[in-house]
């Protein structure tokens, strides 16, 4: 009878405990967001930095964390400049259909008074260019956020990499060697797997943009080189980033087509290059070896998204992976396991990183 009347009590005490703990990662998202990315690159450049050929070597240790952390520097630098490239080659594109995109745009707004719809922001104004520079304001200080993201998670690598040694030896001391084994174990799995969400994310983003850029080139939209590389770039953002990479190439149609058949085509087409590719090719490239719930990954992205804005939209996958190993070797959090993968079976077991 006691335990009955209990049970409400903690259960409710667990939720406040979810909700307080959910508020802690918003208010502190600006250490715990780059915390859990620098994590998230440790184990991607860990097999360069622990090498066995490095052990008892420091000149040798110091020149591979080097070369991870330009790892590092070289692969986000470039997804950032060809997504900044990308934007620049629309933005002078449609600064050559000027005139046609305000007609256009003023046409539609029209369309949509007629139907009793307000539409114009200001009265007398339906198309304002304050509006346009307000946009790329609010786009450079996104810019700024994630070059200080960026930066800011690199410290948290170099740190992260130096202090990983000593972690480990510490680990047993501190949890008990049971407790230190299993995490070092589920760590050395999750990095197996982390490598492998990259590399799948890699081809299936390559694949999206070639896709992307050859329909552009058969349809005749313009800028299709452009299409291409941010439909590439953007696929990194699982979920999210399929959907903005459709409807920019649409609106640009809308402007440079004078038919509504040609912009109707285009949504269609990249429509499905996005939805082939990402609910076909994706899955089975990462097979058994990431299976989780596809309603978990949704929830995961759209929550860490909500929470951390375009990098915790970035991190869901990573992070609900991570949730799921981890979980997965300690006996009380196996049912966490079972209930985030399908049909709850096991995860499967992978390589280590020693």
């Known amino acids: 009878m006691n335990d009955d009347r209990r ?15 959910a508020a802690s990662l918003y208010w502190l998202r600006v250490l715990v967001a780059p915390m859990a990315f620098s994590l998230f690159l440790m184990a991607l450049v ?4 622990q090498h066995r050929m490095l052990k008892g070597k420091r000149a040798l240790r110091v020149l591979a964390l080097v070369i991870a952390v330009l790892l590092v520097l070289i692969a986000t630098s470039a997804i950032l400049l060809l997504m900044g490239y ?4 629309v933005v002078d594109g449609l600064s050559q259909y000027g005139p046609r995109a305000q007609e256009t745009y003023y046409s539609i707004g029209m369309w949509v008074e007629e139907r009793g719809i307000a539409f114009w922001p200001t009265a007398g104004d339906p198309f304002s ?12 200080m996104r810019i700024n956020a994630i070059i200080g993201f960026m930066a800011l998670s690199l410290i948290f690598l170099i740190l992260g990499l130096l202090e990983a040694n000593d972690m480990q030896r510490r680990l047993p001391h501190a949890l008990g060697e049971d407790v230190a084994g299993r995490l070092l174990s589920a760590c050395h799995a999750l990095g197996w797997k982390f490598r492998r969400y990259m590399l799948v994310r890699s081809v299936v983003s390559f694949l999206t943009g070639i896709l992307t850029w050859l ?8 800028l299709a080189i452009a299409w291409g590389i941010l439909a590439f770039a953007l696929n990194y953002i699982p979920f999210l980033g399929s959907i903005l990479a459709v409807f920019p190439p649409v609106i640009f149609a809308v402007v440079q087509f004078d038919s509504w058949q040609d912009p109707a085509l285009i949504l269609l087409g990249m429509t499905l290059i996005q939805f082939s590719i990402g609910n076909l090719l994706d899955p089975k490239l990462e097979g058994h070896a990431l299976a989780i719930s596809p309603i978990s990954v949704v929830f995961s992205i759209f929550f860490w998204g909500m929470l951390w804005g375009i990098p915790g939209a970035f991190m869901g996958v990573p992070l ?3 949730i799921v190993t981890i979980c997965h070797h300690f006996h009380d959090t196996c049912w966490i396991t079972r209930m985030l993968t399908p049909g709850g079976r096991k995860p499967p077991h992978s390589s280590t990183w020693r």
């Open 7 to 21: 049970s409400p009590h903690i259960t409710a005490l667990g939720l406040i405990a979810i909700i307080l703990f």
């Open 46 to 49: 860990w097999p360069v930095y």
């Open 86 to 89: 990308g934007v620049r080659v």
């Open 129 to 140: 260019l304050s509006q346009v520079f307000h946009l790329l304001h609010e786009t450079v």
């Open 215 to 222: 329909f552009a080139l058969l349809t005749g939209l313009d």
């Open 320 to 322: 609900l992976i991570a």
